[in-house]
């Protein structure tokens, strides 16, 4: 069975791709240059260059394919429209339907965000049953992602479906690096300042593991929340420094402050900066929005472990790429 992975670079499909072929799958790769590629030369893995939004390179990645798992999107918080997250994780996705329909693949499997959900607290986390709360609800990214979703779901009567929802997700092949960030943010530092809120955190590993075992077992039209830990971004924080052994003096930033930078930050978009300075960016700073792995687990079989094990993971890589 082949499998196509959109956005082959990414940090997820990378583990994704290593997931695959550690279960016997073929992959075919679409990433748009290979230099960027991050994985070695494998007799069960091919790569075509391509694009999402150009409908004939997409149309020859997909012949051939019975599966595909969508992962290709941009998370990038700099843009200064809608429109610019619209024509990759909206039109994107439109044209991943329409070449699966028309080549009669099996299944998508679509990567999405967990924040198209609502979150909760630690007592009662967020379930894939919620709607989108604020501030996520009024934030590009996670906007265009639910609209990606909705996208999918309309096509259900035509296709197989199945929807991914991962939280921020640490661990290796971080090339970019994305998620990452935090861990270099942190690394080593003497003193970090770290926003009020909270997140959760799952290991890429275990989230790539969720997105094939969705492939295997996830239910048509239904979706699954690839969660880890509910943490503070302190308690975060306190974590990497255990596992580095360095002190660090972690400094609280307050609220008002980040509001205030993030009004200062509209400005400058409204200017034609482009910053990921933005009030809707520094709200999400802000607030604690926990989720939890109960579906997957149950219906999956997809095991999380701690998130001790994605930073050891994501320290390693960036070191052996000279990132750290």
Known sequence: MKVLVTGANGLLATNTILILLSRGYEVRGLIRDTRKFLLPVHDRLELAVGDITDAVSLDQAVTGCDYIIHCAATTDQRLLR????????VQGTENIIQAAIKHRVKK??????ANTFGYGTLEAPGNEALPPSAPFADAWYAKSKLEGQRRILAAADKIVTTIVSPTFMIGPYDGKPSSGTIIRMGYGKRVVFHPPGGKNFVNAQDAANGVVDALEKGQHKEAYLLAGENLTYRAFFQKLSAQTGQQTLLVRVPPLLLRMAGYLGDLLRWLGVHTALSSVNMKILCVN??????????ELGTAFTPIENGIDAAISWFKSHRLL
């Open 108 to 113: 998508i499997v679509y990567v999405g965000t």
């Open 82 to 89: 809608y429109d610019d997250y619209h024509r990759i994780n």
């Open 289 to 298: 929005n926990y989720y939890t792995n109960k579906k997957a687990k149950a």
